[in-house]
């Protein structure tokens, strides 16, 4: 071979390599997609867009939120599942879809498994349960005497048949002995609007959402559902500290499709933990009613597999179906 034709060779070459550098370079600074399922200003949107604003920092390229509401979080994950996996398109979930829909839906456009990689643990939503002025209570103990001395009056509103304080409901109800019925409404606005005025005796709902009003005296939170005290409301017991036998949060997490590279994850849960650790996210999440919950990728599956469990016999037990 002359060397000419060497050296063209040698020339063709180096372009290729700079061609594939400066696309693989073009590559870690494509904008990622984050996205929501959920309505815009819901606690879920808000941690999205704390966690974006921190993440476009550390990785250094553009991190766009994205809204795609419809079927309960389901069309969104629809549009993941059919992403590339390679790292730009992500979710940021709870894990109803994950932990609920499998028990209430007959048919699932997707398998909550072996469709999604388990990211990064984000946050959680403490579950509160709340009275107003209807029972005259302000504590749990109260509350359950009341009940009991008022069983046809005794029901519990929730943010929406199918949710996980429907199903929280249930188990509250059997662990008193009492026939409680669910009151759905169209978001928990509507439900705390309902018992700020006294037509509702008890409301099951989100933590955060509830957190200003029983501040000011208007509704008095029982209890919350987790396993420990919510260091938003400190002041309140958890349902097991008074003898239920319940737990329970709403985790919040990032997902990406099936089939994400190890290295891709790794490097993004890093990102995320170190957001979520942040001292400006953890002020900006109190502000927020929301509690920082960095976890591992395997940890975030292995919780969402027990709470699967643990609720597909609650699933059971309301005898709700969902299609």
């Known amino acids: 071979m002359s060397t000419r034709r060497k050296f063209g060779l040698g020339l063709a070459g180096f372009a290729l390599l700079s ?3 400066e696309a693989s370079a073009e590559d870690d600074k494509a904008p990622i997609r984050l996205l929501v399922g959920l309505a815009p200003g819901g606690s879920n949107d808000v941690a999205a867009r704390i966690l974006a604003d921190k993440l476009k920092d550390l990785l250094g390229r553009p991190v766009i939120v994205e809204n795609r509401l419809g079927a309960g979080q389901r069309l969104a994950l629809g549009e993941l599942r059919r992403s590339p996996p390679d790292g730009r398109t992500l979710i940021l979930a709870t894990n109803s879809p994950f932990t609920i829909y499998p028990h209430i839906y007959s048919k699932l456009d997707y398998d909550p498994v072996k469709d999604f990689t388990p990211v ?3 946050t959680r939503f403490d579950i509160g349960f709340a009275t107003g002025p209807r ?3 302000s504590d749990l103990r109260q509350w359950i005497a ?3 001395a008022n069983p046809t009056q005794t029901s519990y509103g929730t943010p929406g048949a199918g949710t996980l304080p429907h199903f929280l409901g249930v188990a509250f109800a059997q662990a008193l002995g009492l026939d409680m019925p669910m009151v759905p409404y169209k978001g928990g606005a509507v439900a705390l609007t309902d018992l700020v005025g006294g037509h509702l005796p008890l409301l099951i709902d989100g933590l955060s959402d509830m957190i200003e009003m029983h501040r000011s005296g208007k509704i008095h939170v029982l209890a919350v559902a987790g396993d420990v005290r919510s260091p938003l409301l400190p002041d309140v017991p958890t349902l097991k500290e008074r003898g239920i036998d319940i737990t329970s949060v709403i985790t919040v ?4 499709p099936a089939g994400m590279p190890p290295d891709v994850v790794r490097d993004l849960n890093a990102a995320i933990t170190k957001a979520v650790n942040s001292s400006e996210v953890v002020e ?10 960095a976890t591992s ?3 975030l599956a292995a919780t969402l597999a027990a709470e699967s469990n643990r609720l597909g016999a609650l699933v059971k037990a309301s005898g709700y179906v969902a299609d």
């Not at 997490?253 to 990406?256: K, S, T």
């Not at 900006?284 to 919950?293: E, I, Q, W, Y």
């Open 146 to 148: 009341w009940a009991k």
């Open 19 to 21: 061609a594939l550098a």
């Open 135 to 137: 029972t005259g209570t």
């Open 253 to 256: 997490g990032v997902f990406g």
């Open 284 to 293: 900006r999440f109190a502000h927020n009613g929301l509690v920082p919950a």
């Open 120 to 122: 990064a643990g984000v």
């Open 297 to 299: 990728p395997q940890e």
